[in-house]
Nanobody
């Protein structure tokens, strides 16, 4: 059974940093692309970052987080990370990690999802 378990969320002031982790169980982690999405109250789920499982670990970001967020992975630990710097109040959301054979910015590309972790950025 596949499980993705996020951790590292919390409350931080604007301008601060957080690092989210997502540990994967029950899948051949190195062969999967991994993504991070977020969902704020009353809004649709939004793509945040993705990293390929092969092809040199290429990464993808939307303009809203480019230059502030960094996705990385440690295949030896079956874990993907999201380093978030220069956080803004509008980054407040529940953050989800997800696994896909082929990553994209669409949530429909992803086969497995974690339960989410809350990130709150105060102004």
């Amino acid at each position: 059974q596949v499980q993705l378990v996020e951790s590292g969320g919390g409350l931080v002031q604007a301008g601060g940093s957080l690092r989210l982790s997502c540990a994967a169980f029950g899948l051949t982690f190195s062969t999967y692309g991994m993504g991070w999405f977020r969902q704020a109250p009353g809004k649709e789920r939004e793509f945040v970052a993705a990293i390929r499982g092969s092809g040199g670990g290429m990464t993808y970001y939307p303009d809203s987080v480019k230059g502030r967020f960094t996705i990385s992975r440690d295949n030896a630990k079956n874990t993907v990370y999201l380093q978030m710097n220069s956080l803004k109040p509008e980054d407040t959301a529940v953050y989800y990690c997800a696994a896909a054979t082929f990553v994209s910015g669409s949530e429909y590309s992803y086969d497995y999802w974690g339960q989410g972790t809350q990130v709150t950025v105060s102004s």
